[in-house]
């Protein structure tokens, strides 16, 4: 198994509502990460967690919440988005030993209204 | 921080003809130089990568080039075909810094039939 799952495709929310991506692999990773992609833009990293733990945040608004429940789960929980939110969301995981390579789920799309 | 240059941002070729892009960064630190591809609606996809050790990786029509002193790289692609056509973005890392990966702004590919 060579990939990064990521549920649902396709996500469309109001600006008060509440609702988890979920990313999933099963190649043994133990660095997973967020980003963010606007439309003809680089993935811009949001989060990082290495063997569980959260070890990078951008900085990035406390509407985003992530969770890493185990090595092969990540999670972001998002609340009260705003419409310029809405993006391209990129989940990626790396393998161990020190080496950035990094393996991009299809993403989701998310639509803030 | 590190700071990646992508060009072209956009390149037209006729299917069979060679494209080149061109990546520079600015960290000298950075040893790990990965390119990946990204169609309509999928996430970025590792297509070739080098490390500051090596001056040049192939895999079939792919090559990758590192001149680490004038620190610039680039993909080059031969006998091109319409399935290349894509946005392609470079990245350059350090391999003991795991996540953060700075990525170029991208350059879109056409490959015209």
């Known amino acids: 198994d060579t990939e990064v799952t990521q549920t649902p495709k396709h996500l469309v929310m109001g600006m008060t509502n509440k609702k988890s991506l979920k990313c999933e692999q099963h190649m043994g990773h133990r660095a997973m990460y967020w980003y963010k992609q606007k439309a003809k833009k680089p993935p811009e990293l949001m989060f990082v967690?290495?063997?569980?733990?959260?070890?990078i945040n951008e900085s990035v608004p406390s509407r985003f919440s992530p969770e890493c429940p185990n090595s092969s789960l990540l999670n972001l929980h998002l609340h009260a988005l705003q419409p310029e939110d809405s993006a391209l969301y990129l989940c990626?995981?790396?393998?161990?030993?020190?080496?950035?390579?990094?393996?991009f789920g299809a993403g989701t799309r998310l639509s803030v209204l | 921080g590190e700071n990646v240059e992508q060009h072209p941002s956009t390149l037209s070729v006729q299917e069979g003809d060679s494209a080149v892009i061109k990546c520079t960064y600015s960290d000298s630190a950075s040893n790990y130089f990965p390119w990946y591809k990204q169609e309509l609606g999928k996430g970025p996809q590792l297509i070739i990568d080098i490390r500051s050790n090596v001056g040049e990786k192939k895999d079939q029509r792919i090559a990758v080039t590192l001149n680490k002193t004038a620190k610039h790289f680039s993909l080059h692609i031969t006998e091109t075909q319409p399935e290349d056509s894509a946005v392609y973005f470079c990245?350059?890392?350090?391999?003991?810094?795991?996540?953060?990966?700075?990525f170029g702004d991208g350059t879109t590919l056409t490959v015209k039939p």
């Open positions: 990245a350059a890392s350090i391999s003991t810094n795991a996540g953060k990966s700075t």
């Open positions: 990626a995981s790396s393998p161990p030993g020190g080496i950035n390579i990094q393996y």
């Open positions: 967690y290495s063997y569980e733990k959260l070890s």
